[in-house]
């Protein structure tokens, strides 16, 4: 019996304004999965995870979250939900210590103070070079410990979906090996992962699925294998008419 998705893309119109960007987007993702969303720049992905995370309000379409349609619905509730989104570059509160803005990840939240502990063990255990600076400003932390306090700020809430928009920018090689080995280990424990990545290669090696954007339409998906052998990269990559992507 196939698993229902968690969510559930139909039909998603998403602009700026009266500029079209997103048109027509189908996509679902199943628990526990991993999925890249690859596409060039301006091909609309960070609007689509703007769209999901309740920042921009659909013009058409349905997003279904765990049989939800959070279309429209704000931010917070979103959240709520368990949908969380690890922008690109890293929004932190760069004059808060690093344990602070694990506790600011909490905000809103009504956990007693044992599950509050545990889900700090659980970051810092993730992410030992956080426990070692638990008061460290995050804006004087290297881009990869930003990156990886980023991650960690959003997993205090125990995300459902996890979206996370250009991990890798700017990181150097073995950084991103050891974000990308932490997102694998997340799936293991059931979290599911939604993946914008420019190194596409590297995305399709820890993905379950993938799909390929190419000036705001869904040009494809398929498995990591299936992409590769066929040409939707190409396509995407080579053929696009670059869009300017806010």
């Known amino acids: 019996m ?3 998705p968690l969510l559930d893309i139909s039909g998603l119109d998403v602009g700026y304004g009266h500029v079209g960007v997103l048109r027509g987007v189908d996509l679902e993702i199943l628990p526990g999965a991993i999925v890249a969303l690859v596409g060039s720049n301006g091909a609309g ?8 995370s ?22 917070h509730r979103i959240i709520d939900l368990g949908l969380l989104h690890v922008a690109e570059n890293r929004r932190l509160f760069r004059r808060q210590n690093v344990h602070a803005n694990l506790e600011l990840g ?17 970051v810092y255990e993730l992410f030992p070079m956080l ?8 804006g004087i932390l290297s881009g990869g410990q930003q990156q990886m306090l980023a991650i960690a700020q959003a997993l205090m809430r125990q995300p459902r979906l996890l979206m996370l928009d250009e991990p890798s920018l700017g990181l150097a090689p073995i950084v ?11 799936r293991g424990g059931g979290t599911t992962i939604l993946l914008v990545e420019q190194m596409v290669e590297r995305a399709l090696d820890i ?9 705001g339409v869904v040009i494809g998906g398929g498995t990591p294998d299936a992409i590769r ?6 396509r995407a990559y080579l053929g696009a008419v670059s869009d300017r992507e806010a």
């Open 2 to 4: 196939t698993a229902e």
């Open 229 to 234: 052998s066929g040409d939707l990269i190409r």
């Open 106 to 122: 909490l905000y809103g939240t009504r956990l007693g103070k044992d599950e509050e502990r545990r889900r700090y063990d659980f």
């Open 45 to 52: 992905k960070s609007t689509l995870l703007r769209a999901l």
């Open 131 to 138: 426990a070692e600076r638990p008061q460290a400003l995050a």
């Open 176 to 186: 991103v090996d050891q974000v990308l080995a932490v997102l694998q280990r997340l």
């Open 207 to 215: 993905a379950d699925h993938a799909y390929v954007l190419q000036n």
């Open 54 to 75: 309740g920042l921009l309000r659909p013009s058409a379409g349905r997003i279904v979250f765990a049989g939800r349609d959070i279309a429209g619905e704000p931010p």
